[in-house]
């Protein structure tokens, strides 16, 4: 089975850092192309972040440029999102994309 395992959420003041983790098993993500999206309530799920297996590059959206930074640890076969600077417009649940498989969401609230 392939599965995308995701931690990390949670409860986070305006300024504050979480970091996103996700996991997978039963296939290799090494030659994936991977990415975060988010979705916040009354809103549409947007694109985050993704990066290339292929060349390395990376995409961000504007809204999340210099805080947020995707990275890939090959041996522990998981994609990160080190999430900096938060605010509570970043406030959604975080989905991991790697080729068809999501996973199961995250939370993430930023507030006082």
């Known amino acids: 089975q392939l599965q995308l395992v995701e931690s990390g959420g949670g409860l986070v003041q305006p300024g504050g850092s979480l970091r996103l983790s996700c996991a997978a098993s039963?296939?290799?993500?090494?030659?994936?192309?991977v990415g975060w999206f988010r979705q916040a309530p009354g809103k549409e799920r947007e694109g985050v972040s993704c990066?290339?297996?292929?060349?390395?590059?990376?995409y961000y959206a504007d809204s999340v440029k210099g805080r947020f930074t995707i990275s890939r640890d090959k041996a522990k076969n998981t994609v990160y999102l080190q999430m900096n600077s938060l605010k509570p417009e970043d406030t959604a649940v975080y989905y991991c994309y790697v080729g068809n498989s999501w996973g199961q969401g995250t939370q993430v609230t930023v507030e006082l």
């Open positions: 039963g296939f290799s993500l090494e030659y994936y192309h």
């Open positions: 990066f290339s297996s292929s060349d390395g590059s990376t």
